[in-house]
């Protein structure tokens, strides 16, 4: 199985960075097959919603509501996804999930959360 730990969310103020990483531990072989990782958010009262996401190939995926502001990437070599956050807003504020599939084990795992704050 797989393992997820989040780290780097924090309080800032509006307009300001934030650098999330997520680690993946695990055997070699389902480590090797992770296709997909990303982080997904959940604010109070709402639905948990993909923020970005990148494959093994370095192809990316972004929600409209943070293109531009966001960047993923990913460190295959460490098994470690980042999500760079700049001119954060308040309503970025959430708890942030990281996620990572592997299909072809029927792998798909969360970690523990990270909350993000962002004060007007």
């Known amino acids: 199985q797989v393992r997820l730990v989040e780290s780097g969310g924090g309080l800032v103020q509006a307009g300001g960075s934030l650098r999330l990483s997520c680690v993946a531990s695990?055997?070699?072989?389902?480590?090797?097959?992770?296709?997909?990782m990303g982080w997904y958010r959940q604010a109070p009262g709402k639905q948990r919603e993909l923020v970005a996401s990148?494959?093994?190939?370095?192809?990316?995926n972004y929600a409209d509501s943070v293109k531009g502001r966001v960047t993923v990437s990913r460190d295959n070599a460490k098994n470690t996804v980042y999500l760079q956050m700049n001119s954060l807003k308040p309503e970025d504020t959430a708890v942030y999930y990281c996620n990572a599939r592997a299909d072809i084990l029927a792998i798909n795992v969360w970690g523990q959360g990270t909350q993000v704050t962002v004060s007007s």
């Open positions: 990148i494959t093994t190939g370095g192809s990316t």
């Open positions: 695990g055997s070699r072989f389902s480590l090797f097959s992770l296709n997909i």
